[in-house]
């Protein structure tokens, strides 16, 4: 009986809370958690799927619970901008069996963004409310959170501190004197020999293209 059931897909899939609300004004909220539970016997592979992935970010995106047990997963919103207010985006929590690689089943959570909680009227929330139901009667298309999706990376802010010194010190040695040039008014030990120059020039070389790219 078991057997046939997972086969058709309809497992029941747990998961708290089945809506997200993100707040602009409130850095604490666009941190949310996922917690996924599974009662059963057998333990669960699940991956998290969604309409909008360049708008979040999912902490292991995938992942196995064990029998009886749940885990947490984190969703950040990482693009709180105003033309995103008032958007209903989905996640798709997909489980299946270790040795399965068809679902067993699945559960949509709501996700959206608003300006702010303090300013938000109840007729606003009654609208969202008709149009979430609407939404979730309408076919989505959901994405993987690929790599990709991870953590961006902030905007390089120019070149790093040791590079600046490098890039220095490669100067001073071309510079320097060669070594067997007898006019010079610099101690002989800091005469460089040919080959020390075109290693330095070549390194220079390297940390001006670093500079210019970033």
């Not at 902030?154 to 890039?167: D, E, I, K, Q």
């Not at 490669?170 to 008014?185: D, F, K, N, V, W």
């Not at 040919?194 to 390194?203: D, E, G, T």
Request: charged share 20%; proline share 6%.
């Amino acid at each position: 009986m078991q057997q046939h059931q997972l086969a058709e897909g309809n497992l029941p899939v747990f998961v708290f809370p089945t809506e997200l609300v993100f707040y602009a004004d409130e850095q604490s909220s666009h941190k949310q958690v996922l917690t996924l539970y599974n009662p059963y016997e057998f333990a669960l592979k699940f991956k998290v799927l969604c309409t909008a992935p360049n708008k979040y970010t999912v902490v292991d995106s995938t992942g196995a619970v064990k029998p009886q047990c749940c885990v947490d997963i984190v969703i950040r919103h990482r693009d709180v901008r105003p033309c995103h207010y008032g958007v209903y985006d989905k996640f798709r929590l997909q489980v299946s069996e270790q040795s399965q690689r068809k679902a067993l089943g699945r559960k949509e959570v709501t996700a959206t963004l608003r300006p702010s909680a303090s300013q938000e009227p109840s007729s606003a929330r009654t609208q969202d409310e008709e149009r979430r139901i609407k939404e979730q009667f309408g076919d989505n298309e959901f994405f993987e959170q690929t790599a990709f999706q991870t953590e961006s990376r902030p905007v390089a802010g120019g070149p790093s501190l040791l590079t600046v010194l490098l890039g220095l010190v490669c100067m001073i040695a071309l510079m320097l004197p060669t070594l067997g040039e007898q006019e010079s008014t610099v101690p002989v030990y800091l005469h460089l020999s040919v080959n020390k120059k075109l290693v330095a020039a070549y390194v220079l070389g390297l940390l001006t293209m670093v500079i210019l790219r970033t």
